[in-house]
């Protein structure tokens, strides 16, 4: 019989169905303070000090009234107006973004969980590509969906875009409904691709969106930074006289676009993400979150943070530096290895996976063994830091593998 504390044990009255057969989606988060964490791609150095400072000068007596948002949607329009002019250069204004059109979340995460909340259903099917980040499928699973998740192709695990426009598509090639034939509810792309890196053009995303418009199709952007690969500028940078000149969301009523301050502005732990897209999709998954789920001190943070762009451009830098020397201390040594977005690699060594975790480990460094992943079981996922903390990663991966010389 099972005892009364455990908590998998069959409650009464059970939960739904569906959560029944779920596991709780947990990740290895305790115990990594004092040590090298490259398991999270997480920002490896904090965030900027500005943010730090206006955390500090918020006084005691706020901490009693409850969070106010005023200000923060205007802040992340701003911040990514900044972002599609620099790109435009000198080519014009970009469109402007709403503050209706800014979702404010506790974390990216929770922004998945709102929109599977709001729009998926029992039977539903969910699109997306395997392997990719391991919370889109619980989510999925909560509502009662059903997962198509379409492999990258090897062996660069190059996006398969053939084969997800199919599945988008349907038979008729138009992705409209049949009497045999229904349109995913959601296609969720993850650009660049955690844990891949796989990059997908700007373009060709949008050019998914507009073919299937009975589907909502999110693209989770949570590492762009590193590849400069975001749908949002070419949406905003439409020649004027288009009509999504005006509105970058005009044409492409069914998109939606993930942002996140936890891993470029360091902002992890504070818990706060964005969801971009047209006023009415960010209202319907606004429906289906508290009215205070964002805390106070993530609000204080996000501002300091989207002011400080310098801050975070610089971290960007030297994590795309330090790749580069890591990336030729890996050529030299023949260590197999995969990488093209964001800030974590693929590297497989030729000990088991999982010992040489716990040996890093032992070592004072996290990183994250992909065993039982689709495609990458073998591998361990690295996440990139500061050119200094690669320099530690290597030689201590290089003395547990026995590889020659490693070069600090
Ligand atoms: C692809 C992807 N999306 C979303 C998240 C969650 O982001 P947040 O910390 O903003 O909840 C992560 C975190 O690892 C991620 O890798």
Known sequence: MASPSDPHAMPFPPARPEVEGLQAYSAPLEGRRGLLRLDFNENTVGPSPKVVAAIRAIPADHYAIYPEYDGLREAVVAALQGEAARLAGAAGAPAALQPEQIGLFNGVDAAIHALFHAYGAPGDRLLTTAPTFGYYAPCARMQGMAIEAIPYRLPDFAF????????????????????????????????PNNPTGTRLAAGRILELAAAAPHTLVVVDELYEAFTGDSVLPPLMNRPAGEASATDPFAALPNLLVLRSLAKTAGLAGLRIGFAIGPA?????????????????????????????????????????????????????????????????LL??????????????????????????????????????????????????????????????
């Open 347 to 408: 590297i497989w060594p030729q000990a088991e996976a999982v010992a040489v975790e716990a040996r890093l480990r032992q070592a004072g460094i996290l990183v994250r063994s992909m065993a039982g992943k689709p495609l990458i079981d073998g591998s361990l996922r690295v996440s990139l830091g500061t050119r200094e903390q690669m320099g530690r990663f290597w030689a201590a991966y290089a003395a547990i593998e026995a590889l020659s010389a490693p070069a600090g």
């Open 160 to 191: 398969p875009l053939e084969e997800v426009r199919s599945a988008l598509l349907g038979p008729g090639g138009d992705g409209r409904p049949t009497s045999t034939w229904t349109p995913p509810r959601i296609l969720l792309l993850c650009n």
């Open 280 to 344: 009415a999709v960010v209202d319907r998954i606004s429906r289906v979150t508290g009215p205070y789920d964002i805390n106070s001190f993530a609000v204080t943070a996000a501002q300091a943070a989207l002011e400080d762009q310098a801050y975070v451009d610089g971290y960007v830098a030297e994590v795309l530096r330090a790749r580069d020397w890591l990336l030729g201390q890996l050529r030299a040594a023949g260590v197999r290895h995969h990488t093209e977005g964001g800030n974590y």
